[in-house]
């Protein structure tokens, strides 16, 4: 009885220690399109922010399951960084697969993506919505089976002719947006780290709207 107790109490913590170091970990997924055509174009600011923060923190990315992905420590919170490799109107196959191999609970995932209704830079993070008409969005939603999950929504403005929003969003950025960038990806990185070690309601309330 003894020996039955002893193990059910070890099986127990054993239980809680898995779900605490789950709460520590963190899915940043970063929605894109793979191959060198795409690296500078609008649609793809997702793997350009978290390029530029594995850059930032000299971080190697592996190519594995479904994306390339890596890894950062910050005050004992685990970030696991992915870019899905699937193209962006398959981006949920690959976020689901890895939220489930990494044990990360939905509330621990932040997806970043570019959004037509927000100017340029703009910064706008939320916790649940509509896929806006955003392709990736669509597929995270329908393969999830839920819109409530936090999205971070990198603006990159409408300023394209009727007829013309393939052509813009697949599109390099103009010169002066090239400029502009780098103090805006600085910013994402506070972003992210700021969404684990403060969570999602300070980081709203931060960070929206800049």
Not at 19 to 36: A, C, H, Q, R
Not at 134 to 146: E, P
Not at 169 to 183: C, I, R, S, T
Request: hydrophobic share 35%.
């Amino acid at each position: 009885m003894i020996s039955f107790l002893k193990n059910l109490f070890s099986a127990k913590a054993e239980q809680i220690s898995t779900e605490e170091d789950s709460m520590k970990k963190f899915l940043i997924v970063g929605l894109g399109n793979i191959g060198p055509k795409y690296t500078n174009t609008r649609h793809n600011i997702g793997f350009k922010i978290v390029d530029f923060y594995a850059e930032k923190n000299s971080l190697a990315w592996e190519t594995a399951k479904l994306g390339d992905v890596t890894s950062h420590k910050v005050k004992g919170r685990t970030f696991v960084f992915l870019k899905p490799s699937t193209y962006m109107n398959l981006s949920g196959k690959a976020v689901n697969y890895w939220l489930d191999k990494e044990k990360i609970p939905v509330e621990n995932m932040l997806v970043i993506t570019d959004d037509l209704n927000l100017a340029f830079g703009t910064i706008r993070i939320k916790t649940k919505g509509s896929d806006g008409g955003h392709n990736g969005l669509k597929d995270i939603q329908n393969t999830l089976q839920t819109t409530n999950y936090n999205r971070f929504r990198f603006g990159i403005s409408d300023a394209f002719a009727k007829g013309r929003q393939v052509d813009y969003v697949l599109g390099e950025w103009e010169a002066d947006e090239d400029k502009q960038l780098p103090e805006r990806l600085e910013l994402s990185c506070k972003i992210i780290e700021s969404f684990a070690l403060a969570g999602i309601t300070i980081t709203m309330n931060t960070y929206n709207g800049k």
